[in-house]
């Protein structure tokens, strides 16, 4: 991971990337028990947004010896994906990201209820289970996940996952 987070700092101040975010089930760690995830996810605001927009980023990788895996690009041990922002939510879930120290380096972690919307509005299966296991860990509260929904134009979905998963009577 110590050698993922050099790179993005590298990448940060070259300007290939202008903001980033840990997120999806590696950032989920920071809040809830380890879960089995295969890659890190990242979140990232980068200048060009046109068809090439990953372009720089595998340019760069590339000049360092970091080679793509399929939709990844391999950074030693961890096949990393950087994925755009792609919508409101995300662009914002990374602008709002918190500083972690993981292996003694400073890294933006997406937030815990951003996380949870994030997954309500993919809504998979495990999704759910992330949304339950943030709640459970209280990393986040029913409040903050019910206000970003609406903010989001989700508070259908939440109303309904609430119902399912969370309703006691």
Excluded: H
Excluded at 107 to 115: K, S, T, W
């Amino acid at each position: 991971m110590r050698e993922l987070i050099q790179l993005i700092d590298e990448m940060l101040n070259a300007g290939v990337l202008k903001n980033y975010a840990i997120f999806d089930a590696l950032a989920q760690m920071r809040y809830t028990e380890a879960v089995v995830t295969m890659d890190a996810d990242i979140l990232i605001g980068v200048e060009d947004e046109g068809l090439a927009v990953l372009s720089p980023i595998y340019a760069f990788c590339k000049d360092r010896g970091y080679l793509p895996e399929g939709e990844a690009i391999r950074v030693g041990s961890w096949p990393a994906q950087f994925i755009p922002v792609f919508d409101d939510l995300s662009k914002d879930a990374m602008e709002s990201a918190e500083r972690d120290d993981i292996d003694g380096l400073r890294v933006r972690v997406v937030r815990a209820d951003y996380l949870a919307v994030m997954a309500l509005k993919v809504g998979r299966a495990k999704d759910r289970l992330r949304i339950l296991a943030l709640l459970e860990s209280e990393a986040t509260t029913i409040e903050n996940i019910a206000k970003l929904a609406k903010q989001y134009n989700l508070l259908d979905r939440w109303m309904k996952f609430q119902e399912q998963f969370l309703d006691e009577s």
